[in-house]
């Protein structure tokens, strides 16, 4: 039996198993008598033992620590009416209990527990939780910058070289086309300009009269 599922539920005696929760209570098992009933959360409040914190001179120590040294104690368990042997019990035990604190009335509510879990092979272990797995760290390589070998630069300048004659013919012709468009249009237009002076000339030239013939005399 887990001592995880352990229960302490007010107002009844003993402890219990739980066995399920509901929505308006939970279905719990003694360990006394091993009946099974429900339990209304409207009128119990439900403690499990692993929540449990004892108080002493120091800080707060969970259950199960004080019911680990009364297994591993010599002593033997006191008489639960005896509120001096009691006391007395846990000072050996557990001196660092804080007794101001801690009263008699725990302190027989610890033993009557631990004999309960005791008798029903209960073992006294905190219910362990599943270790949370931390994420692979992604460390980025630097990348290496490979050099290029004297074999590839040189084959490299090789295709410039070939790159570089086959774009030059068409460079040229490239260049020579606006050229040569550039002189055509300037010979049509010398010839416009030659063909309009001559014209004006023309216009321009005084124009010789035509002597009239006189009709020949008459004998």
Do not use: C
Request: hydrophobic residues 35%; without cysteine; glycine residues 4%.
């Amino acid at each position: 039996m887990e001592y995880g599922k352990i229960i302490a539920i007010t107002g009844l005696p003993g402890l219990f198993e739980l066995v399920t929760s509901k929505n308006d209570g939970a279905i719990v098992r003694s360990l006394d008598d091993k009946t099974t009933k429900f339990v209304s959360s409207r009128i119990h409040n439900v403690s499990h033992l692993e929540s449990i914190e004892i108080f002493t001179a120091r800080d707060n120590v969970n259950l199960v620590e004080v019911f680990n040294a009364m297994e591993s104690s010599n002593a033997g368990l006191p008489d639960e009416k005896d509120a001096g042997a009691v006391k007395g019990y846990f000072e050996k035990v557990y001196p660092d209990l804080d007794f101001d604190r801690v009263y008699n009335s725990d302190m027989k509510k610890m033993i009557k527990w631990y004999s309960v879990l005791k008798d029903n092979n209960v073992e006294l272990k905190l219910t362990e939780l599943p270790e949370e797995e931390e994420e692979p760290v992604l460390v980025e390589e630097p990348v290496r910058e490979e050099r290029p070998t004297r074999q590839a630069k040189a084959k490299k300048a090789a295709e410039v070289k070939v790159k570089a004659k086959e774009e030059k013919p068409e460079a040229k012709k490239a260049e020579k086309e606006p050229k040569k468009k550039a002189a055509t249009k300037a010979k049509k237009e010398e010839s416009k300009d030659k063909k309009k002076a001559a014209s004006k000339d023309e216009a321009a030239a005084p124009k010789k009269k035509t002597a009239a013939k006189k009709p020949p005399k008459k004998k």
